[in-house]
């Protein structure tokens, strides 16, 4: 199924699941919706490989563990993101994106020292500070991927 296609039906799922009263069902079918539409942008406005690997883990860790406040999967997951984190950092990236490099840069930094201070306020066991870090963590990764805003790449 194509991406207009996915988006299509994830919308039809979601006005479906809104008519209903399951709040599990409509969550879900709004997740859904979310990432058809996330993909399908992904193809006009692409962001880098290592960002997009980023998101990934983010994304699980914001929208399922943090609202279930699941402290373990978090921590748990953290390395990853940290990984990913680091990846960011060291990204290349297209040369439709030269203007942007410096930009680029601080945000990748500010986003890995999110990360670094997420990963200490897990390991010290402290869940307001994994709360705040995971939104924190969040707001710098949006700041992140609006640089990659008004990007096209030429096809």
Do not use: C, W
Request: charged share 25%; no cysteine; hydrophobic share 50%.
């Amino acid at each position: 199924m194509d991406g207009v296609a996915l988006l299509k039906k994830a919308v039809d799922d979601y006005n479906i699941a809104a008519a209903g009263a399951d709040n599990q069902a409509l969550l879900n079918a709004a997740e859904t919706l979310h990432a058809a539409f996330e993909n399908l942008a992904r193809v006009i406005m692409p962001v880098s490989r290592e960002v997009d690997a980023f998101h990934q883990v983010l994304y699980v860790i914001y929208h399922k563990y943090a609202p279930d406040k699941a402290y373990d999967k978090v921590r748990s997951a953290i390395p990853d993101l940290l990984a990913k984190a680091e990846a960011v950092v060291n990204a290349s990236l297209p040369s439709a994106m030269s203007e942007k490099k410096e930009v680029f840069q601080k945000a990748a930094a500010a986003l890995l020292e999110a990360v670094k201070a997420l990963d200490a306020a897990a390991t010290a066991g402290d869940r307001s500070g994994v709360e705040t870090g995971i939104e924190t963590v969040h707001t710098r990764y949006q700041a992140l991927e609006k640089v990659f805003e008004n990007v096209r790449i030429p096809i």
